[in-house]
């Protein structure tokens, strides 16, 4: 059943509007949603009939259970939803019945805002840029693999076909489920823009519109599970794991970013160089200068790292192009309206609304304090020499997650992005990651080894 319900013009849903459409559309459970700090998405699900505690905010949660959030001793916490993210689920519709969900901010007992609550933290950001008149819009292109499932339902890594970048069916096998993907979204107002086979085998790209931070992380939250979702259903296993098979190109999210200004894009100048104004470059100046800083909440698995390599299309070197995709940061050719820097590095596994968190801050250090970005490169930068690379001073992103971590340490810029909170318990999450994963014996090393010694 398609459901077509956004409020019209910007106008916000009311109680009597979702107590409508709770009843109009038979809805059975409301799935009150979050992220934990690693970004995947939780929920708790109430019956229907307790809609008035719900909007009245006076559903609690555990939140010592929950990753990042509390201790045992401070555990009680509120979901309080957002009325305008109110959405049926299309692919939990059964026998008439559906379920909805409403994404939630989580508060503390005495009705604050969670520190520790990404979603909370990113509308604090958004404040902060708001005083000095700015808005950030971000357009982001996720990636995602789809594998085939053994006669047990386990999970492999065998594509579901052998299909390149833009090929047709019957080379592409995913056609089908992209069609799925991209109806399931529209139903949930997103306006998708394209969709396509990647350059790796079962590798795919669904692309929908930009819009302000808030709104494009919970679009993210939401595109993984529908994503996933509707895969399960063709009997597939949807992946946004960065590099899951070695020797083929991983799975990037590329940010296109721009800031806004009393309804006007503040990164195009028809009269500067390139058409593109002293926010635009100091915005890129800024990036260039936090973006190691930041690089662990933009890739934040240990396995992130093994996309960041040479020769797969991923960007390695700090840099800024016009055009150039060897370089980190590129400025697609339209201007006007369209005025945008694509960021390259960030990749799918990150959490949303800390990554566009720590982007608008380094954009907005940018612009305070006015960082001039180096002159453009132009030239293939995988093909530079590293001397050469050295001569035109061009560094490259951290090489693992342990490398990213350091600079986050050093930084204040993610402490001015994410506050103490969110800091520690990442950074305390992700030390153990590292430490497990230094520590495990591998298939590789078994491999390469055990025999030979």
């Not at 085998?201 to 595109?223: C, M, P, R, W």
Request: glycine share 6%; with cysteine; net charge negative.
């Amino acid at each position: 059943m398609e459901f077509q319900h956004q409020p019209l013009n910007g106008a916000s849903y009311t109680d009597a509007d979702i107590k409508r459409l709770i009843t109009e559309y038979n809805v059975q459970f409301i799935k009150l949603q979050f992220v934990d700090i690693n970004g995947q998405v939780k929920n708790m699900a109430i019956p229907s009939e307790h809609i008035d505690r719900i909007l009245n905010n006076e559903i609690m949660l555990d939140g010592s259970s929950i990753k990042g959030f509390r201790n045992i001793e401070t555990s009680d916490m509120f979901f309080y939803p957002d009325k305008n993210t109110f959405q049926i689920l299309p692919w939990q519709e059964h026998d008439g019945k559906n379920s909805a969900r409403l994404i939630c901010d989580i508060h503390n007992s005495d009705g604050t805002p969670f520190e520790g609550c990404p979603r909370c933290n990113l509308k604090r950001l958004m404040a902060e840029a708001k005083k000095l008149g700015f808005s950030m819009n971000v357009g982001p292109e996720a990636e995602f693999f789809l594998f085939e499932k053994d006669e047990e339902g386990h999970i492999t890594t065998r594509t579901h076909d052998r299909a390149g970048y833009y090929d047709v069916g019957p080379d592409d096998l995913g056609e089908s489920v992209r069609a799925d993907i991209v109806s399931t979204l529209q139903e949930m107002d997103f306006d998708i823009e394209a969709s396509h086979h990647e350059v790796a085998d079962g590798q795919h790209e669904v692309d929908f519109k930009y819009s302000d931070i808030l709104t494009t992380a919970d679009n993210v939250a939401t595109f993984r599970v529908a994503v996933k979702a509707v895969a399960a259903q063709y009997g597939l296993h949807a992946t946004f794991m960065p590099k899951p098979v070695y020797g083929i190109n991983g799975s990037g999210m590329h940010c296109n970013i721009s800031l806004f200004k009393d309804g006007k894009n503040a990164f195009y100048d028809e009269k500067a160089e390139y058409q593109l104004s002293d926010t635009a470059k100091y915005s890129i100046g800024g990036m260039l200068k936090h973006i190691k800083s930041i690089t662990a909440i933009l890739n934040p698995t240990v396995n992130s790292y093994k996309r960041l390599v040479p020769g797969y299309e991923a960007p390695v070197y700090m840099a800024w192009s016009l055009a150039n995709r060897s370089a980190l940061l590129r400025v697609p050719a339209k201007r006007g309206m369209s005025t945008r820097v694509e960021l390259r590095s960030p990749d799918p596994s990150c959490n949303p609304y800390l990554a566009f968190a720590t982007i608008l801050a380094a954009c907005l250090d940018g612009v305070r304090n006015k960082i001039e970005p180096p002159k453009p490169v132009e030239a293939n930068i995988y093909k530079l020499s590293d001397k050469e690379r050295k001569k035109m001073r061009i560094e490259s992103l951290p090489g693992s997650l342990k490398e990213a971590l350091y600079y986050m340490d050093k930084s204040l810029i993610a402490k001015t992005a994410l506050g103490s909170h969110i800091v520690d318990e990442f950074m305390t999450a992700k030390e153990i990651e590292w430490d497990a994963f230094r520590t495990y014996v591998s298939q590789w090393e078994i491999d390469r080894y055990l025999a030979r010694y």
